[in-house]
């Protein structure tokens, strides 16, 4: 499939202000309610509603149309918003659910998950951030592929209600996105930095006044249970993350076997307090190192054999690859931290500020996703 | 003119989580390309395209249209976003910008000022947020009045590409917006906390892919020059103040004056910062309160008669009457803090977040913009 758009680069005017710039909008796809015929289609294209936020929009330009419609004055409309609610009933009340993922790579597994989640397709929307970068290129061009596939030529029950990608326009803090390379320690802090700017600006540019769920997705995800949605909003809490795991091959017990992989949902200890009160402030605390030991109760730990899936617990830290928000906290303010804020970075920071808001996050120790395995 | 929607109420399953939650919107203003025939207008508003952000979208309902139009699969549409830049040309590079305007009252004075602004309007949006008391009922209700007038009536060239209201669903920190009541020191933490989370709601709501600017104006900004807009991009800032101030009736020269009204704009001085060290994390600095005196350089006395309006100096603190910000700034993920940030608040802790994210504000004393004088 030949990839449709060229590369994009904003004109810095001002080269002082360094890669920091964000978001570049390659495209946005939408779902229409399409007439049947392409002719139909192209008129109405041209002459059509379109939300300020969509682009590109030109409401005054004449219309070219060969019909020789003439625009009238634009006339007011009116959207009543007042059924929007967040509440833990979200398909019953047909609430919309945003699904933001940072993307590096494409994995096919984590399209075909997505795809077997059954909260209503309609309510979905999608948005993806990906690196203008070389490894960033072929996961746009295989997402594109998969997205193609299912909302032209898939059933229509799977079809999302829409899917926006953006691309960075900030380098990514290193080059290698293998295992690896990305959790070494001294990386992280960069690494970390540059993924809360990638979310911030996905999170920025795609939140609407509809949207009443937010479900932050790594694209590593490769298993949840397909109720994900449904079962996160019954616990109705602010915030709100399943246990990550992965699943691999226990050489000693010949089987398949899972461990806990993601360490950065956590309840607060003494011991990392104090530790922090001794930083620099522009110094952050990182989890799941053994050279800096935090003493904290990590949830990676918390899940028991045969334990309650609804056991949800309050939690301090966040951890990102699976995280489930109410919308307003994002509204009020929260966003995911890209320094060191109380010495806590991304995710982490992103619940320390929604508890400065007043929204408490959770934390399901029994509730587990799945990470790939490399 | 009968106001057309009732009030909103969002159903808070939590009681605990507080008056925290965010943001009903009551209506969004489309603005449309149309079709000449009301008929024409009705059946596309059944069928048309809709972007993911703009409400109710329900791709997939079959249209129930007399014609028994039936509904092909969706088709894929992109929308090539690489035009997209923030350049000091704004108007010769189509750069749409997003004025933003927290409400509370509504001024005809405001409302001409904005009509009289002569960068293109088509490039316009405008994004309101009021609260959910009667005086915020009343002025929705004046400002929708003024809307269907410019919008419905009004000459097209006047028109703006959209207009988006939300109402708060928060309480406000104060029932009175009487200068003297807003202004009380004791008052002003917990009214800026909640300007603060009105600012982030309308920003996270509105900020969309195709926007390069955003133009902070408070509701009580009655003049500005009409080439506002075009004027604050030629510096090419990352983001960048007026000097708001404030006209009136000067008894003793017995004639019309002028003064500094906003104390929000300044540079840092040693004093504030070891007073901010003292301070326990959740204090704030509060600038232009005699008995809280900070030293810092306040941009309201840095104005000179016959100054040169083009003179920009860095700023580490700003005010929200009139700032103008290139979105790539919000979209890193700087916002208003509703808490102490470094000690600092609001639009002051906006300018501090956005220093901590690597971009540099800056302010023109002798550029003026002028308050309401009540």
Redesign the interface.
Known sequence: MAR???S?R??R??PC??A?????????????????SPAT?NR??????????????????K?STKSG????????????????????NPIENQEHVLILTPMTRFYQEYWDNLLRLNYPH?LI?LGFILPKTKEGNAATAALQQM??KT???GP?KE?F????I?RQDFDPAIASQDEAERHKMSNQKARRSVM??AR??L????????TSWVLWLDSDIVETPPTLIQDLATH???IIVPNCFQKYYNEEKKKMDERPYDFNSWQDSEVALQMAAKMGQDDILLEGYADMPTYRSLMAYMATVGGDENLALPLDGVGGTALFV?A?V????A?????AFYNLIETEGFAKMAK????QPYGLPNYKVYHYNE
Not at 20 to 35: E, K, N, R, T, W
Not at 356 to 359: K, M, N, P, V
């Open positions: 449709p758009m060229g994009v904003l004109k005017a001002n202000t360094l920091l710039g964000v978001l570049l909008c390659l495209f946005i796809l939408y779902f229409l309610v399409s007439p049947s289609s109405l294209a041209s002459v059509t509603a379109q939300h300020h936020l969509s682009p590109p929009t030109s409401p005054y330009r219309s419609l003439q625009l009238g004055p634009p006339p007011v409309i009116r959207y009543n918003l007042n059924n929007v609610t967040i509440t833990p309609e929307t997205i193609q909302q032209k030529r229509e079809r209600k829409s899917i926006i953006l809360a700017k911030n600006s999170l920025f540019t795609t939140l609407g006044p509809a109705n809490k602010d109410k307003d994002h509204r009020d303010g966003m995911f931290p890209p320094f400065r808001l007043g929204w």
